[in-house]
């Protein structure tokens, strides 16, 4: 039977993620043969796409297999909002459903769940739930919601029904599975680990042009410095490596204010001369890294993070970069130590930071740990072998589920 599925992201097509990790395995999922709809949500969609620009990028996705529609994204007043473009949503897929004879919903995170849920309710689908990560804990961490609050309560219910209607589990993590297994499922058959994989190609170019500085020995960070990032940490842990090499220098790949990202830098105790902040196109990332020694990723250890796969970690290693990370971020803590390519960071006191520095710079100096990175990122993380190997794999029980009812 031939399997017709819709994607369902709460992003815009232009943003960064939806770039680099929602189109790429789409991409994957079409060359199985699976028939792709795709359906986002737009910020200011009447002001930044006419029809031409939305008749052209159409064409263009369906070149790729990929049939795209487009609803107006609402902010404000938040829930409100949401809760319109949960019901909007709901309708239009229905009558995607309807028109395309879709028999697959694809959610994925949280809002797309309750759309897809709404919607299924009209006409019977198979639904796949893509959990990427536990919405509610990672607000309450980022001290945006209380664990006492409606919107906390509400997507907690919302998640437990979605795991318990899906047909399908996607998740990131290991750590995230086993807990799903020993905390609400009675097996694991309907849930795929696919962590947030990349496409190397971008970075086998960057190798052949550009080397490590011999000038400085740079320190990289690509990413957001702000909620459960901890950019100070990074910055007291940089000043550990600055004190055995004095050549270290600290460089902030980040859309983030740059003026109070160096400001708390400052703070931390680096000098201007110490680091650079600013923001870089999304292809001229694998160069940066590329001439870095080490890649730090430094955020909050809390609860929702055992679901996190950073994919700056997946970057870093696939430039050849040994990673310091601190402990307790989803699979991360066995990744670095099995393979050896980096150091896991137990806590942010000084001579923790000083241990971690002396691992970190004599795992940058030996010759062979970038090969034993770029090869850690090819086995965990390769966009086709990992990311889309593992999609079909869910698609395939779908199909399977799909002929048995029939």
Request: glycine share 6%; with cysteine.
């Amino acid at each position: 039977m031939a399997i017709r599925t819709l994607y369902i992201c709460y992003f815009g097509l232009r943003e960064p993620l939806v770039q680099t990790q929602v189109l790429p395995y789409l991409r994957e999922i079409a060359a199985t043969g699976v028939e792709v709809y795709l359906l986002t949500f737009e910020p200011h969609l009447q002001r930044e796409w006419n029809s031409k620009m939305l008749s052209d990028e159409q064409d263009r996705l369906a070149n790729e297999g990929i049939k795209w529609s487009a609803l107006a994204y609402h902010k404000r007043p938040s829930l409100p909002a949401t809760l319109y473009d949960i019901a909007t949503g709901a309708w239009a897929v229905a009558r995607l459903i309807r028109r395309h004879r879709l028999n697959v919903v694809h959610a994925r995170a949280h809002i797309p769940l309750a759309i897809a849920m709404m919607a299924i309710r009209l006409k019977r689908c198979r639904l796949i739930f893509d959990i990427r990560g536990l919405m509610a804990e990672e607000y309450a961490d980022a001290g945006v919601w209380s664990t006492n609050s409606f919107r906390f309560r509400l997507i907690k219910r919302l998640e437990e029904a979605g795991i318990r209607k899906a047909d399908q589990l996607v998740v990131l993590t290991e750590a995230m599975k086993k807990w799903l297994i020993n905390n609400r499922l009675p097996g694991a058959e309907n849930i795929e680990v696919i962590p947030c994989c990349v496409d190397f190609a971008g970075y086998d170019n960057a190798a052949s042009k550009t080397e490590p500085s011999s000038e400085r020995f740079e320190v990289i960070y690509a990413g957001s410095v702000t909620g459960l990032y901890l950019l100070e940490e990074m910055g007291r842990f940089f000043l550990e490596v600055r004190a055995r090499e004095p050549r270290a220098f600290l460089r902030i790949l980040t859309m983030g204010n740059a003026a109070e990202t160096s400001e708390r830098l400052l703070r931390a105790g680096l000098q201007p001369e110490d680091f650079w902040v600013g923001a870089v196109a999304s292809y001229e990332v694998p160069r940066h890294l590329q001439r870095a020694r080490l890649g730090l990723s430094f955020r909050k250890a809390t609860f929702s993070q055992l679901a996190a796969s950073p994919t700056k970690i997946a970057e870093y290693l696939g430039a050849g970069l040994p990673v310091v990370s601190n402990a307790g971020i989803g699979d991360v803590d066995d990744l670095l130590r099995t393979e050896s390519v980096g150091v896991v960071v137990r806590d942010f006191t000084t001579p923790e930071f000083a241990r971690a520095a002396d691992e970190a710079l004599a795992l940058a100096g030996n010759a062979n740990t970038a090969a034993r990175c770029i090869e850690a990122a090819r086995v965990h993380f390769d966009l086709h072998t990992i990311g889309g190997n593992r999609y079909a794999n869910v698609y395939k029980r779908i199909a399977s589920a799909e002929r048995r009812h029939v």
